[in-house]
């Protein structure tokens, strides 16, 4: 490290010239900051980086909070068509509002929760039940797979049929 100092100073100097005192310092100066680690640099990197980190988890609580509200708006709509169905049937209104209520309670859990927290969670349940997990994952992936298949399938076909308009051929006399 001594010699990328003198290596600065030798090139920051006239040729033939001892190198000033305030260059010596300075150079004494940046050969400690690199021993302790605490140039400039590397701590401008180091809080950028902190900085950027922290604001990604925090767009990404205020997400969960987002998340959060709307499945309160969600069971507070199933509250309503509760009532709604109460006359009607209401052992059907009784199990509509269980699950507003469970869904309600889920999205205040939710809503106290940050993305660090969801995150242990997750890879907790992981731990505990990796084969349920894969065969979620395996059930989700199956799904999305026929989604995109019917879905360019019908796209192929409205475009075949676009292209090439139905004409009667007529073989004969």
Known sequence: MTSQVKVKNMSNQKFGQEPSQPSRARA??????????SGSAPNQRGATASTVTSQVQGA???????????MTNVAHSARRAADELET?????????????????????????QSVTDLYQAASDFT?????????????????ALRTIKSSS???????????SPRSEEFYGS
């Open 28 to 37: 004494k100066q940046a050969g400690a900051d690199r021993m302790t680690g």
């Open 60 to 70: 990404l609580d205020q997400q969960v909070v987002r998340g959060a509200t709307m």
């Open 88 to 112: 009607d049937a209401p052992q059907i209104a009784g199990l509509v509002r269980g699950m507003a209520d469970r869904v309600e309670e889920y999205s205040r859990d939710l809503g106290n």
């Open 127 to 143: 731990r505990r039940q990796p084969a349920l997990v894969f065969g979620i994952a395996a059930l989700a992936g199956f799904f």
């Open 153 to 163: 399938t019908s796209s192929t076909g409205s475009e075949r049929r676009a292209s």
